[in-house]
């Protein structure tokens, strides 16, 4: 599979509903949908709230807490686009507000990622978007912005 369109890792598709949340994630915000009417939060984006059927859902900025539900360990590229990251983490990453998410588990060793594992989003560039990734919380990125606050 090499030399063809797998030699670059896959945009995700943006459509009407999902345009706010790609927009977003290109400015390092990780945005929910919230339902005005139940409270519920989901992920993916929909027209109607899956908890309760109503329209009046809005988006908001999730916190970007996370833990890992479950995960595995990616040793074989699955096109040439990904044979410089393997191995890597493929996970489902329960957020802060509810909804679960899959995503990668970034910037740590993938046998330290464990299932409870406290992480927070980050984003990985990728063409003129941004894809939503996980870290351990309070790994280096945070660190970094803490030094940064306290001077
Ligand atoms: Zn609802």
């Not at 598709?13 to 005005?36: H, I, M, S």
């Not at 995503?103 to 989003?121: D, K, L, Q, R, T």
Request: aromatic share 8%; with cysteine.
């Amino acid at each position: 599979m090499t030399g063809d369109v797998f030699d670059s890792k896959p945009l995700p598709p943006v459509n009407a509903e999902t345009r706010p949340f790609w927009d977003a994630c290109a400015e390092g915000k990780l945005l929910l949908q919230r339902c005005d009417d139940c409270g519920a939060h989901q992920f993916y984006p929909r027209l109607m709230c899956s908890a309760c059927g109503s329209r009046a859902v809005h988006w908001v900025q999730a916190n970007g807490q996370g833990e890992v539900r479950t995960f595995t360990i990616i040793r074989r590229a699955v096109s040439a686009a990904f044979e410089a990251d393997v191995p890597y983490v493929v996970a489902l990453v329960q957020l802060a507000e509810g909804p679960t998410m899959m995503s990668n588990i970034v910037g740590c060793p993938v046998e330290a990622v464990h299932i409870g594992m406290a992480v927070e989003v980050a984003f990985e560039p990728r063409g003129t978007m941004a894809v939503p990734v996980f870290e351990l919380a309070g790994g280096p990125a945070s660190r970094l912005a803490g030094g940064l606050a306290e001077g």
